[in-house]
């Protein structure tokens, strides 16, 4: 069965940068398997439905909401079975918990993200 687990939230301050990290776990079937299936963020801010923030298709095309274009990127790196949403230049309304996950196969845990000054 594969595992996803995101890492790297915390607390940042307005304007700063910050990497989420999303490794893939779970033998066999979790090699390679950003590359077969793609990996999108989503995040949940408080009181708020969950959103999708950014994917990677298994194309490798890239797709992000309105609100993080510019600013968000994602990437996948095949030989760590890790994917990464870089931030950039973060804002209050990017306070959220932060998922990763795999359409049909999995979800994170989640990540808190909180941005104050």
């Known amino acids: 069965q594969v595992q996803l687990a995101e890492s790297g939230g915390g607390l940042a301050q307005p304007g700063e940068s910050l990497t989420l990290s999303c490794a893939a776990s779970?033998?066999?079937?979790?090699?390679?398997?950003?590359?077969?299936?793609?990996i999108s963020w989503y995040r949940q801010a408080p009181g708020s439905a969950r959103e999708l923030v950014a994917r990677?298709?298994?194309?490798?095309?890239?797709d992000f909401a309105d609100s993080v274009k510019g600013r968000f990127t994602i990437s996948r790196d095949q030989t760590k079975n890790t994917a990464y949403l870089q931030m950039h230049n973060l804002t209050t309304e990017d306070t959220a918990v932060y998922f990763c996950?795999?359409?049909?196969?999995?979800w994170g845990q989640g990540t808190q993200l909180i941005v104050s000054s």
């Open positions: 990677i298709l298994s194309s490798g095309s890239t």
């Open positions: 996950m795999i359409p049909g196969v999995a």
């Open positions: 779970g033998g066999r079937r979790s090699e390679g398997i950003f590359r077969l299936y793609g």
